[in-house]
């Protein structure tokens, strides 16, 4: 109770300030954690875009509320080549930084603001490349490096990407977070001053909300953009409160201490939806939750051990006890309602006995391993703990003694990504493009080793015929490839596929105007408040 009266404390302190005058209008999102950072480049969370890149920021080009098709962004126009090799841009002029207690701009937005944005992830010569340790992890996991060749500026408000090869999702990649634009007259005056690292701390950009203050593991706050480019949301503040605990962000969700809340327990659901006070919405996620095993480290470099290690996982038990209704079983790295699909995918049956023998045969005995669990809730898993005891319950089935591990949100995914990390890890994704590109390169491609490909698998055959694929227009010839992608990655066993889940977002009857996105994000750009 007594951390219970806290959150509601520090969240009623938080609208005290930030609405301030009692006609201001005012929302309150209950977050399932802290933001990493406000640099949306350096991230691949969604935890933190809903602080960063949604609020804060924009990109050239931006996904339709709602949907996977994309829409101008800061680009209000733009060509493509009839060669697919060159995409000019053309800007709005007269979109403004943000002006904040720690940054005044000087000029609207231009060209140069787009090309630093891009070229100080992909050049190592720029001197902000290794301002935060040069780790550009979704850059570099989507092959970027390999794609780019040049961005170019051809007046103050045109810009041109050159493609070294045609690439069919570059236009949904530039509406994802890491392409968010940033100012390069801040970067230039903190580079002045000395202070490099205040530009993860504190974010300008030209989104709907300006940040105000942030306050560690806590609260964020922001004010509306009265110089919004979109026009000036309707709400005048906006304050994102960190709730890990999900049965917490429902209690305050129901004292009117939160206005929307994600991830509720999935037992909570059903009573969430009677309750006459709230609007319950529900949808499909775009996600995957899955085990990755770390196939540089032995004996995970073996599929047979793999393959094994997945017979012995009852699937269904975890279904029914962690997800209870809001998720069904996973076969392939996709999710069902993506184009590629595999529908003729054999999942991996329960089979202890079969797996004993695979390892026998793999010659592993006494298998000692580590089982990493999230320590937030997720579209993909909302109860990785649990989730985790029930794979340790498993494996002790088939005689492979597994310890659980796990760490703070930002500190999880950082040790996650490590090549020589111990054991194998519970994680997932939701599509950030709606391309299955997003998934099957980004996640198991071989350029995000290291980084967004936490099984740290490199199969050559499947890493062809998914960079293959990107540079083809034709859906129905690219599908035929991702077919046989998602067959070899099956028969190879990097993961264990879980879960696809179905999202849950509760809210307060007043809120009005929100949509949920299909690629997890929560955006309050358009919401409006009732009283």
Known sequence: MKRFAYLMATTALALGVALGAAEAKGLVYCAEGSPEGWDPALYTAGTTFDFSSQPVFNRLVEFTPGTTKTQPGLAESWEISPDGLEYTFHLRKGVKFHTTDFFTPTRDLNADDVIFSFDRQGNKDNPWYNYAGGN??????????????????????????????????MLANLAMDFASIVSKEYADQLAKDGHMDDFNQKPVGTGPFIYVDYQKDAVARYKANPDYWAGKPKLDDLVIAVTPDAAVRVQKLKAGECDVIPYPNPADI???????????????????????????QKPFDDARVRKALNMAINKQAIIDAVFQGTGVAAKNPIPPTMWSYRQDTVDDPYDPDGAKKLLDEAGVKDLKMKVWAMPVQRPYNPNAR???????????????????VSYEWGEYLKRGAAKDRDGALLQGWTGDNGDPDNFLNVLLGCDGIGGTNRAEWCNKEFDDLVKKAATISDQAERTKLYEQAQAIFKDQAPWATIAHSVI???????????????????????VDVTE
Not at 271 to 294: H, P
Not at 517 to 522: A, S
Request: without cysteine; glycine residues 6%; aromatic residues 10%.
């Open 136 to 169: 550009w992890e979704y850059y570099v996991g989507m092959s970027m490096p390999d794609l780019v060749k040049s961005w170019t500026k051809v007046d103050d408000y045109t810009v041109k990407l050159t493609l070294k090869s045609p690439n069919a999702p």
């Open 270 to 296: 059903e009573a969430l939806k009677s309750d006459a006070s709230l609007t319950v919405m529900q949808q499909e996620g775009l996600n995957v939750g899955y085990l990755a095993y770390n196939t540089l």
């Open 386 to 404: 649990r989730m985790a005891e029930l794979i340790q319950a498993d494996f002790a089935k088939v005689g492979v003694t597994a310890e659980i």
């Open 504 to 526: 849950t977002v509760p809210m307060a009857k007043k809120v009005q105007g929100f949509v949920m996105d299909p690629l997890g994000h929560h955006q309050f750009g358009n």
